[in-house]
């Protein structure tokens, strides 16, 4: 599972969680979201995300 | 030592965003409001030049026009973005809450992190000229976070200062990387430290300077890479330079 970064604006996608709000289904691999769709937040087109390997940041635990 | 590239002023990439037609809701202002931008790599439409520099994505060479020319509020995630201001007058307006004016000499880092809106605009009677830097994040969905500071021209006269990086004084950020600023007067050789893991990406605001043998004049810049130290020697008055380290 990959994540991929919108290099218009800093969205990112992740295969793992996919964007169900936008009807795209977790575990949706990159390659198979059509070559049209574009940034929901910007409009970038698919070609202009990249991939990352970028954890998330987790907040510190309280000692 | 190995220098990746060399780029010249007009070999930039260049875009006009005036404040109406296709760009009317982006960009602010009156019907004659323009952005102009220099970019040093690809961004937006212009796709034909270089892919940035390690985690260095944008490094924009911006105006806008008096009279509230700008970038509506839009949004971002994850990317840390910088302003450094170099003429007339930035208002930042952010959803964290902030709502800054920005003079030459000052600069912003806003980290957009889980999520965060922005608006840039001119809202002076002369043109606002910024450079901003675009850099990707150690961690994905951090909480945005924004700090601001001021580059202080005589107290750094003929010396590299670090704006940005992990160094005291200067606004941290979740990465490896440094922005460092010089203003120097002709005549003086400066020795830039630096690690060979880094690229190095040195660009000249004003002024003129020999950086590791290549001749650069204003707007000029160059990247290097696995240097440990590079000589910048100025040979013109008043020569402002930004310098970035950038993890690869």
Partial sequence: MKKYLCLGCGFSYDEALGLPEHG???GTRWADIPD???????????????????????????? | MSVRFVLRAAERGYSRLPSVGLNASYVAGHPDGVITRHSSFNFHEYQSGIPGLGVLKVFGD?????NGTGYNMHPHHNFIIMAF??????????????????KRDDYYVFS????????????????????????????????????????????????????????????????????SRLASAAGRTHRWQT??????????????????????????????EDES????????DGTDMLLVESRL
């Avoid at chain 2, 911006?62 to 008096?66: G, K, N, R, T």
């Avoid at chain 2, 901003?132 to 107290?155: E, H, I, M, N, T």
């Avoid at chain 2, 130290?229 to 013109?236: D, G, L, P, S, W």
């Fill in chain 2, 85 to 102: 201001v170099l003429g007339g007058a930035l208002t930042h307006i952010n959803t964290i809450g902030k709502i800054d004016e920005l």
């Fill in chain 2, 62 to 66: 911006e105006v806008f026009s008096p």
């Fill in chain 2, 229 to 236: 130290a590079v000589e910048i020697a100025v040979t013109a």
């Fill in chain 2, 195 to 224: 690690s060979r893991e880094l690229g190095l990406y040195a660009f000249v605001l004003e002024g003129k300077a020999d950086v590791a043998g290549t001749t650069l004049e204003r707007r000029d810049s160059m990247a290097l």
């Fill in chain 1, 36 to 63: 049209d769709w574009v940034c929901p937040d910007c409009g970038t087109p698919k070609s202009g995300f990249e991939m990352v390997e970028i954890p998330y940041y987790e907040p510190a635990r309280p000692q």
């Fill in chain 2, 112 to 179: 957009a992190g889980s999520g965060g809106k922005h608006s840039e605009l001119n809202i002076g009677d002369q043109d606002m000229n910024a450079i901003y830097v675009w850099v990707l994040p150690g961690r994905l969905l951090a909480p945005p976070s924004y700090r601001r500071a001021r580059f202080d021209r005589k107290a750094n006269a003929n010396r590299i200062a670090c704006l940005v990086g992990d160094t005291p004084g200067a606004l941290p950020i979740d990465q490896t990387f440094k922005v």
């Fill in chain 1, 24 to 26: 795209i289904a977790p």
